[in-house]
């Protein structure tokens, strides 16, 4: 029994041996096989049977069998490739593959041969699709969830939304003498001249430079930076330009009802009715997209930057808040707006001249400046100061002031609140005496108005808020009792007190109130059933209202507003309840002007073009308002108009209102040092359309495109996964496995987290086959095959042995 239990227990071994050479022969054979996992057989004994010795019970055992074969999952060394998209992994973690057909990754491999097919598709050699994460090419950051790879062989167009100029502009170059606004240099018309001619003279500015910027549909197009001093040290102003034949901005229609303010970002100014527009050629500022002033330090780094939106007819009011910008607590840069292909809505591009902006908005006064100036001669070579005696103060024409009858000066307006300053009451007059100094008329006004009044140094008076911010401080009564008044009347025709304006304005002397007998002034946003004349008086649904004068082109206007009812087009139905804001709204429609209403409560009409010295001349004017049934009068019933002076000189008047200032200079900055003005950095962040011309993957396994346009965009990131038993997998044939209950579910994550390796590009992971280690086990086991094999034919000679013995 013994002897042929041998026989029975060699062939175990045999059988055994057997299988452990396939396996050595698998790995062999796959020592070239593209990140090629081993295997390694195990052996376990059979079950012993038990038998009789002199000491007892033993147990003989019965042979040998398989325990298992693992894989080993041991690291490939790699090895180096000429295509981006062979992937290796260093360390835990498998590629995750989905089959066609298969609605989700079921497949994982270590054999990172990867490319595109037809479709752009990331696929293996037998095209399964390789799994990962579609990257916003922007943020960088994952979109949805894991799937195929796709990174498309185009790249649509990207519009410009910023663009970086970096200059050097030299400090030696000398302060203008008489300030020349270069979008008063600038003309847009000159390209339509028979002859055409650059829009601005080349003597205009002192330095300009040229970068492209890009639209919707990936055409390029050139902006232009014009430079050029301002009569102040340490200050230049710039001008952002394009092709006045490329500019077709649409205009914004919408205001703060508040402050005035351009709603939302920053856009064209909207002084202009909505068939104005700048690419018909006729418009001098076509072309012109900002204007802006900025302010160095005696170090050379940018301080302060302020900028404007350049309207239609090219005529920037920086002393007004029409075309003033401000930035909000998010903005960084100002912006400007740009539109090359006609589209309803322009293009916003942000400026960066290396200055961020702090988020901070300081409020600042409005100031208002006499039109007339004083004199302390006979001629205008010597103008007054604050401690000039009446009896020496002398109008423009050399006629003294009148301090024997006397003269008595009688002010009134608004404060900054809109209380009214009446002019009848003692304390707002001032009677003149020959030893009288210019400084007591001021301490009259400022105690009136809560403000500080200064001479300027033309003799002019000058009246600066003592609040900063949106104010109602206006001067409606400004006049001397006996002629003549040097710093001009302020009458129904004409204001004494001004703020800078080359467009003319039409002002209501009545202003309108919140409530019956208040004395708080109205906004843009209050209710129309709201506003209250003095006598108490409310504007009401159904009341009709005639508004009757000319349009700044002369042409007459009689119209009716209809409180509570649609306008028409291109207007639509009120707001419910109507606002001061839907008559302002008509107004503009009608008169062709701006409609507002100053922080005093009076309804204002700034007309939408400039004067233009032998050219157009504005003939705006409000004569007439007849009330509605209610009979409310907010504004006045005649006269009640005035025109403010139109003046082009600056004279250091500005409009109350919220201006950005205070800038933070960058790395790459703007500067003002004594070298040549010079470009020292440009960039623009748009794009044309672009094709993929190569592809890179890094170690995190983003996959980035480098496109024909010059973008570089991340565009997707492959997917690793990890099982908690990978001896649990089964193998599928060409380097792919699939998971089992015994592997447990797939972990998966990103290259390098999670204790998943990272990525090797332009590599492969060669098969971890260690020769030298199977040629030992093959000789080991062969030596273990012929072992068995010998014990086979020795039993077989015994067993011979006693079958003889019966012959």
């Keep these: 029994m013994g002897v042929s239990s041998s026989l029975y227990a060699s062939i175990s071994g045999l059988n055994t041996m057997g299988n452990a050479m396939s396996v050595m022969g698998d790995n062999v054979s796959n020592v070239n096989t593209i990140a090629f996992k081993s295997s390694l057989a195990t052996f376990q004994d059979v079950l012993s049977q038990s038998v009789a010795t002199a000491a007892g019970t033993a147990q003989v055992g019965r042979g040998v069998t398989l325990t298992n074969i693992n894989g080993v999952f041991a690291q490939g060394s790699f090895q180096s490739t000429s295509s981006p998209t062979d992937l290796a992994i260093g360390g835990q973690g498998f590629f995750m593959l989905r089959a066609v057909g298969s609605a989700a990754a079921d497949m994982y491999t270590r054999a990172g041969q990867f490319g595109f ?26 979109q949805g969830a894991i799937g195929d790879i796709n990174i498309g062989k185009t790249t649509p167009p990207v519009q410009t939304s910023s663009v970086q100029v970096i200059a050097n502009l030299d400090s030696s170059v000398p302060n203008e003498v008489t300030l020349n606004p270069l979008y008063d240099a600038w003309n847009g018309t000159n390209v339509t001249q028979p002859v055409p001619a650059a829009p601005i003279d080349s003597t205009a500015y002192s330095y300009t430079t040229a970068l492209k910027a890009y639209d919707s549909v990936g055409a390029s197009h050139d902006l232009t930076v014009y430079f050029a001093r301002t009569t102040n040290d340490n200050q230049w102003q710039y001008l952002v330009t394009c092709n006045p034949n490329e500019d077709h901005r649409v205009l914004s229609t919408g205001r703060d009802p508040v402050t005035g303010a351009l709603n939302g970002t920053p856009d064209v100014a909207s002084v202009y009715t909505p068939d104005t527009t700048y690419n018909d050629l006729t418009q001098k500022g076509a072309g012109a ?42 903005d960084s840069y100002y912006s400007f707006a740009v539109n090359f292909t006609g589209d309803k809505t322009n293009q916003k591009i942000a400026l960066n001249l290396g200055a961020k902006y702090s988020g901070q908005p300081a409020a600042v006064p409005q100031v208002l400046v006499t039109d007339g100036a004083a004199y302390a001669t006979t001629g205008t070579s010597t103008p007054i100061n604050k401690e000039t005696l009446w009896s020496s103060v002398y109008d423009n024409t050399g006629t003294k002031v009148d301090t024997t009858t006397p003269a008595v000066v009688s002010f009134g307006g608004y404060k900054h609140d ?71 009347a302020t009458t129904a025709a004409t204001n004494a007190f001004n703020i800078i304006t080359s467009k003319r304005q039409v002002v209501s002397t009545a202003r309108a109130v919140t409530t019956a007998g208040g004395t708080t002034p109205i906004q843009g946003n209050t ?94 004017a409000l004569t007439s308002i007849t009330p509605g049934a209610s009979g409310a009068a907010p504004f006045g019933a005649g006269p009640f108009t005035k025109i403010l002076a139109d003046t082009t000189t600056a004279d250091g008047s500005q409009a109350g209102g919220l ?35 190569s592809v890179s993957v890094d170690t995190s396994g983003v996959i980035t495109g480098n496109y024909s346009n010059g973008q570089v965009l991340q565009k997707a990131q492959v997917a690793l996964a990890s099982f908690n038993n990978l001896a649990g997998l089964k193998k599928e044939g060409g380097n792919v496995f699939r998971e089992t209950t015994a592997s447990g579910a797939p972990v998966t994550g990103a290259p390098g ?10 590599s492969l992971e060669q098969s971890n086959v260690d020769l ?36």
């Excluded at 950005?660 to 359309?689: H, R």
């Excluded at 987290?753 to 332009?762: D, E, M, W, Y």
């Design 289 to 330: 997209l900002q204007y802006g002033v900025i302010d160095f330090s005696t170090s050379g780094a940018i301080s302060n930057i302020s900028a404007y939106d350049v309207p239609p007819d090219g005529k920037v009011d920086p002393a007004q808040n029409t075309n003033r910008l401000t930035l909000s607590n998010t």
């Design 117 to 142: 097919d037809k479709d752009g598709n990331l696929v293996n050699p037998t095209g399964n699709f390789v799994q990962g994460w579609t990257l916003n090419s922007t943020t960088g950051q994952k």
């Design 527 to 620: 209710a129309l059933t709201s506003v209250y004349d003095s006598a108490s008086k409310n504007f009401l649904i159904g009341d009709s209202i005639v508004f009757a004068g000319t349009r700044g082109d002369n042409v007459a206007v009689s119209a009716t507003f209809k409180v509570g009812t649609s306008y028409g087009s291109p207007l639509t139905a009120p707001n419910n309840p109507p606002t001061m804001q839907d008559l302002l709204t008509w107004l503009k429609t009608q008169f062709h002007a701006e409609a507002s209403v100053d922080g005093a409560g009076r309804l204002v009409l700034t007309d939408e073009k400039a004067n233009v010295v032998g050219g157009y001349q504005s003939a705006l």
């Design 659 to 693: 201006d950005s200032i205070g800038f933070t200079t960058e790395a790459l900055s703007t500067t003002q040092y004594a070298n040549s003005s010079t470009t020292i950095f440009q960039n623009q962040n748009g794009f044309a359309a672009g094709f993929l011309q």
């Design 418 to 488: 809109g209380t009214y300053v009446d002019p009848t009451l003692a304390a707002n007059q001032y009677t003149l005496t020959a030893t009288g100094k210019v400084q007591d008329l001021l301490d009259k006004i400022n105690a009136a108005f809560g403000c500080t009044c200064t001479i300027d140094a033309a003799g002019h008076i000058k009246m600066t808020d003592g609040i900063g911010g949106p104010s109602g401080l206006a001067v409606t009564t400004f006049g001397f009792s006996v002629a003549p008044n040097p710093f001009g």
């Design 772 to 807: 030298g280690t199977e040629f030992v086990n093959l000789i080991t086991t062969q030596r273990g095959f012929e072992a068995n094999s010998k014990v086979i034919t020795t039993t077989d000679s015994m067993m011979q042995t006693l079958i003889n013995i019966i012959r």
């Design 753 to 762: 987290t999670n204790g998943l390796g990272s990525i090797s590009p332009n």
